[in-house]
């Protein structure tokens, strides 16, 4: 996944493959993670979370990820 995740490119044939599949939040998950450990201003690392969570982990999340349990209920406790 880093070779395919490292060029945009890639990303895009590998989002599309995804998509295709019925998996293309996986992908959109993967990316806003990977933005996030980039960032390192308070402010917009608390609304990237913020962003994430509605995004991909909230049941309510049109784009839900198929998180652990463990990690599910860990991330929903700890909602910001």
Request: hydrophobic share 40%.
């Amino acid at each position: 996944m880093r070779c395919v995740g490292a060029h945009a490119a890639g990303r895009r044939v590998f989002r599309e493959y995804l998509r295709l599949e019925y998996s293309e939040e996986n992908m959109l998950f993967w990316l806003a993670v990977e933005d996030l450990r980039n960032e390192h201003e308070e402010r917009r690392v608390m609304e990237q979370v913020r962003l994430i969570y509605e995004d991909f982990i909230s049941i309510l999340s049109p784009k839900e990820v198929c998180l652990s349990l463990h990690a599910a209920h860990v991330s929903r406790s700890c909602r910001l």
